[in-house]
């Protein structure tokens, strides 16, 4: 009989996380996941899955810990999602962002060499890198300039990712992926904040939405097509670098408008702007160029924009609902 492959996710307790997982069961793999010690469970978003996966406590600051996991799991393929994702708190906390989101690559991929140099690796790398690009849309060509020390680390977890590549041949690629999104999404990243609010205001339990820059373009998929690609690119013959996007872009406003139409309001009647909401310094617009990714992995995303907002909405409006449903007594 044919050995069930393992693989260990980093991270399995975030919106990709969930969602890899998933597909990996599909696809008929012994998941792990690697999640860090906390006072409370954090398995919201794989409650669903949580006895068909198994969760090893190890943590991205800790060596040791990152070791003893691979050791023993001995997994076929990595993908490596932990990091502190939300630009604004690595304005707040920038050291720790450095510590989580480079130096933690870095660990993984010292685990990596020290245990089994034939792990295939993935590195949750971000549009964030190209920052305050030269020219629209970004490929793997175009120069990085980050605009907040989340990007400025996740550009130290691309480069040594290549570096370990190159000096150890270890099968480590860099998916540079394009803002993703899902009902699974954290609720302070501005997607998943304008849906929640819609609800809640549809629902009559908030009456204004408070947003910061609605200028800022991006590109926006669904996250379970985003977790596709990452499967993918550990199955090529080669490693390579790969951008991940729709190769459209948005304007948060465009994403307001069509939240609220969806539910017939007007956004204007709810959204206030609150400047202590604008960044540092702003990355402007996001647009990627999935042609490498299309020709190489046969990849394409499957949800649109349009789709991508009423789902989110829909979700919202469903969980809303749910926590304000009368308890009838037994
Ligand atoms: P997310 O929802 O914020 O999840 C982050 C995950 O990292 C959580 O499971 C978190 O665990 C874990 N984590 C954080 N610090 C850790 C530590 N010290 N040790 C172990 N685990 C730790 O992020 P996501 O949206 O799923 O994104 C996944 C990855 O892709 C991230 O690296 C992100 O930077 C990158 N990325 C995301 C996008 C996007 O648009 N979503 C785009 C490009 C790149 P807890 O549950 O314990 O907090
Ligand atoms: N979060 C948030 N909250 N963003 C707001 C708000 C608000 O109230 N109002 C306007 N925005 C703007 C931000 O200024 C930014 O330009 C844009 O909305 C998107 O912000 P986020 O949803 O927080 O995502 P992000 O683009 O900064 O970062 C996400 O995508 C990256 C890939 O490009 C994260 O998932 C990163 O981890 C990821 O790497």
């Not at 617009?285 to 046969?298: C, S």
Request: with cysteine; hydrophobic share 40%; proline share 5%.
């Amino acid at each position: 009989m044919k050995k069930q492959k393992a693989a260990i996710i980093t991270g399995i307790t975030g919106q990709d996380g969930s969602y890899l997982a998933e597909y990996l069961l599909k696809k008929g793999y012994r998941v792990y996941g690697m999640v860090r010690r906390s006072s409370t469970e954090t398995f919201e978003r794989i409650h669903h899955i949580v006895d068909r996966v198994e969760l090893v406590q190890a943590d991205l600051l800790d060596q040791l810990s990152i070791i003893n996991v691979i050791k023993k799991i001995r997994p076929v393929e990595i993908y490596n999602l932990a990091s502190q994702s939300f630009v604004p708190t690595s304005f707040e906390q920038p050291v720790l962002t450095g510590e989580f989101t480079a130096l933690g690559v870095t660990r993984m991929l010292e685990a990596v060499k020290l245990v089994d140099r034939k792990i295939r690796f993935y590195q949750a790398s971000s549009s964030e890198m190209f920052g305050h690009a030269p020219y629209t849309p970004q490929c793997l060509k175009t120069p990085f300039h980050p605009r907040s020390p989340y990007g400025v680390a996740k550009i130290y977890g691309h480069w040594i990712t290549i570096n370990y590549r190159e000096s150890y041949k270890i099968f480590a690629v860099s998916g540079i992926l394009f803002n993703h999104e899902s009902p699974r999404r954290g609720k302070e990243f501005v997607t998943r904040k304008i849906s929640c609010g819609v609800a809640k205001i549809k629902l009559g339990i908030e009456k204004e939405l408070r947003l910061g820059n609605l200028e800022a373009k991006r590109d926006w998929g669904f996250a379970g097509d985003y977790v596709e690609a990452m499967w993918l690119m550990l199955q090529q013959s080669q490693p390579r670098d790969y951008v991940v996007a729709t190769g459209e872009t948005h304007s948060v406003r465009d994403f307001v408008k069509k939240a609220f139409s969806y539910v017939n309001l007007n956004w204007k009647d709810y959204v206030v702007i609150d400047p202590a909401l604008y960044r540092p310094a702003e990355v402007h617009v996001l647009k990627g160029d999935p042609t490498e990714a299309q020709k190489r992995l046969k990849w394409k995303p499957k949800v649109d924009f349009e789709r991508l907002i009423e789902m989110m909405v829909d979700a919202d409006l469903q969980k809303v609902s749910d926590t304000i449903k009368p308890t009838i007594p037994a």
